[in-house]
């Protein structure tokens, strides 16, 4: 029978999860008889998944997942290596231009809109900037839809499995870009779009609803069956209605037919076993209901999975309204929706925030003194960003203001969330130092999504917050902070930029131990348990003693706190070594 981390298969006989193994390079695809019994997968249809060696050598093995609340996502999309085991950053995905950056330097792209016309193809010009992003510690890449698809930059695909046609690259340059980022320690996050689908064949009524799935056998071979019936596309779809929004520029799949899920649930572990993807990135989400990729994770385990939920914000003629708590509030909907398997890009934050850095700072937090997007309600599932193809690039849909990226992401890359950093800006030479010291701030100072934020001031023109009490972040151009001037006693600058500035803390962590103690006269505090280096914060407790309390005042008044009445519970502090333990 299956072991935790398995999904049971609502049919026999089928593909149903893919699991990580430590001894080959990547997942293991499994399945069950109709008796609960594990046995392997047909191994003709998805021959590379057992094989060990390939060209004569092994492909690398996976690296294990990282925390989501430590994540950076890099797009083409990668995630920061972290300084320890426990901690990392997410960058964002590939195939986008740098926009344009008013700076006295020269910005130059990495690859941009048109990179599917790349030669070499994408696929093998990327590998030449993994290094770099190994470097930066980056964790996760975000790469492009890599289906043979009817538009250029694969977003309208239509045979899934046919990776040689698609213009970022052949298959076998896609599996050996997946082996290098292993190699490196890093995931790969496939952008899935499976909202809707391409037809290779017209029915006998001309609409173009018959479809091939690109391989020899009957998967994903659909007919009018597998469509909306509802569609806006002139499809001639047979399926039941559309659970989301109408996409008007191919036919809507029918997510609610069984034989749809199954056999996209075998191609999503198609792509993690046999591939090498490890996560999955979902476009234009709001097409279908969130149950269905909710369910899609649970059966094909991902390591990471982000939704696209963009929806339009709140205005008042052509000016943004303060609040947007509807906005986000849908953005929360959705990923209860996917029984919370699946975080969301936080367009929130990032319609607010770009109209927050053109003098308007004040936007920047709501009514109850937060962070006014979705890291204000939902921080561990809110991937922010600054911009990616669509916003920014050469499409500019809703790009951020040019001469403000830097400053964006101060933001983002110092507040709780999943930040995601844009290919293009990471590689045009004037923000690369910037944006690699504020990751560097991010990772010394254990910035993630669940570090508290204290506001000081919003106000048009600056902007201040403490983060996890380790960092302070000024944005604005108010050069007069007032009283709010970090004290040089115990801040340092870290960084800083047009109209920003980043202090870090000098004073080392603290650790809070309450001691439990009732009967024990000795008071002893255990310092194996306390990390090196700590100064120890002890708690008093009601459940301590009378006679416990009593000592610690006799003994160690000096070290109490004056500040808080006695009636209260107090703490003080003592330093971390051997003299000092009680």
Known sequence: MPGPGWNRSVSPGRIICSRRSGTRSGAVASLFTSDGQERFYNKELHKRQFEYHRGGRMRPARPVPVDNSNIILFQVVCQFRPLDHNRAIRLIPSGTKPISVKSPEKCEAGFDWESHNHNPSWWIHFQS?????????????????????????????????????????????????????????????????????????????????????????????????????????????????????????????????????????????????????????????????????????????????????????????????????????????????????????????????????????????????????????????AVTFVDNHDTGSTQRHWSFPDDKIAMGYAYILTHPGIPCIFYDHYFNTHLKFQIKELVQVRLRNHINTESKVSIKIAEADIYVASIADRVLVKLGPRMDMGLLLPNERFWKLATSGENYAIWESTTPPTTTMELPIQTHEDVKLDHKSVPNNLPIKVRLVNTMSTKTKKRILEEYPELLDTNIEPTKEFSFEAPHNEENFI
């Open 129 to 381: 900037k993994i290094e770099d992003l190994f470097e930066l510690g980056i964790t996760d890449v975000w790469l492009p839809p890599a289906s043979q698809s009817v538009d250029k930059k694969g977003y309208l695909p239509g045979q899934l499995y046919n990776l040689d046609s698609s213009r970022y690259g052949k298959g076998i340059e896609l599996r050996n870009l997946l082996d290098v980022l292993h190699m490196h320690g890093m995931c790969g996050i496939a952008d899935i779009v499976i909202n809707h689908r391409t037809a290779g064949t017209q029915d006998k009524q001309g609409h173009w609803n018959i479809f091939d799935g690109g391989v020899p056998d009957k998967r994903l071979a659909w007919g009018a069956w597998a469509v909306v019936d509802n569609d806006v596309y002139n499809s001639g779809g047979k399926g039941k209605h559309d659970t989301g929004e109408s996409y008007g520029a191919a036919p809507d799949l029918d997510h609610t037919s069984k034989r749809v899920q199954d056999e996209l649930t075998d191609w999503m572990n198609w792509l993690r076993a046999e591939v090498g993807f490890d996560g999955w990135r979902f476009d234009f989400a709001k097409g279908y209901g969130p149950q269905y990729c909710g369910l899609y994770c649970e059966r094909t385990c991902p390591s990471f999975a982000v939704g696209e939920i963009w929806t339009s914000m709140s205005y008042k003629d052509s000016s943004l309204l303060a609040d947007q708590d509807a906005h986000r509030q849908k953005l929360c909907d959705w990923i209860d929706g996917t029984g919370g398997r699946v975080c969301a890009f936080d367009f929130t934050t990032k319609g607010i925030l770009q109209t927050a850095v053109e003098g308007q700072l004040w936007r920047l937090q709501d009514s109850f003194g937060k962070p006014p997007g979705l890291i204000g309600w939902w921080p561990q599932k």
